[in-house]
């Protein structure tokens, strides 16, 4: 799938690079999937011909901004600003049912441990707090019967988490009971169904639009924007929606 593929750079200067990653690329090796070989710091390490050093990360399947720093002192300084939240972060999604046209989800959230990778970790963490932002953009009723209702209704948020635990906002999402479409892990089978039979889309609609951080030097306000892909742009194309990137 990423056999030749040229990652989208939307910033770089001599201390730090940002790009569009795709769904699907994972950031770097994971022992979970460890059939991968693509990976995006890999794949941009290779591309501009430097060492990259990731400071944050997204879910494989979530596509958008993905910011890392050209050496390790810019990559501490960077990863201060994540971990105190101060860097703001919007992302978009295609969700189940009508939302609410604003709200804050406030639900704290078990940390998510991975067998192999987190062995050795605290298994009895209590909940830990967790903050979601989210707006209502478009809706859309279809005349297709997806389980119990003869009609479908989806909706596009803007989601801005305020704080940063393991699949916040698809955790968050579940809890209102608006799964992301695509997600295979915390969505709706049936509506994944629905989507891949009707649209062929094969990838949870989820996007970070938009991060914002203070250049580590300059103290200067960066704003990294990121397109949505062919298959987004679709979707909001067959749902009649205005919010294209």
Same mark, same amino acid.
């Given at each position: !799938?990423?056999? =030749? ?43 501009? $011909? ?13 596509? $958008? ?10 990559? #501490? ?15 978009? *999604? ?13 639900? *704290? ?15 009895? %963490? ?20 997806? #389980? ?15 704080? $940063? ?16 479409? #695509? ?9 994944? %169904? ?39 742009? !679709?979707?909001?194309?067959?749902? =009649? ?5």
């Amino acid at each position: !799938m990423f056999e =030749n593929y040229e990652l989208e750079i939307i910033y770089k200067d001599e201390y730090l690079v940002a790009i569009n990653k795709p769904s699907g690329l994972l950031v770097h090796k994971s022992m979970i999937d460890s059939h991968e070989v693509y990976f995006a710091m890999k794949m941009l390490r290779d591309q501009i $011909g430097q060492w990259v050093y990731p400071v944050h990360r997204l879910d494989k399947p979530t596509s $958008g901004v993905l910011l890392f720093a050209l050496d390790s002192q810019t990559a #501490g300084l960077l990863s201060k600003q994540f971990k105190s939240h101060t860097i703001q972060k919007t992302y978009h *999604a295609v969700v189940r049912g009508y939302t609410s046209l604003s709200g804050l989800i406030d639900h *704290a959230l078990k940390e998510k441990l991975d067998k192999i990778s987190d062995k050795k970790a605290q298994v009895d %963490k209590e909940p830990q707090e967790a903050l979601t932002k989210y707006t209502r953009l478009e809706t859309v009723e279809l005349n297709a019967a997806v #389980g119990l209702y003869d009609t479908t209704r989806y909706t596009l948020v803007e989601l801005c988490p305020q704080t $940063g635990r393991k699949h916040q906002l698809r955790r968050h999402m579940k809890h209102i009971s608006h799964h992301i479409l #695509g997600d295979t892990k915390y969505g709706r089978g049936e509506h994944n %169904k629905f989507v891949r039979k009707t649209y062929n889309m094969h990838r949870l609609l989820l996007h970070c639009s938009t991060l914002e951080v203070r250049h580590p030097y300059s103290n200067a306000v960066l704003v990294f924007e990121a397109a949505f892909d062919d298959t987004f742009n !679709m979707i909001l194309k067959e749902f =009649n929606w205005k919010k294209d990137k």
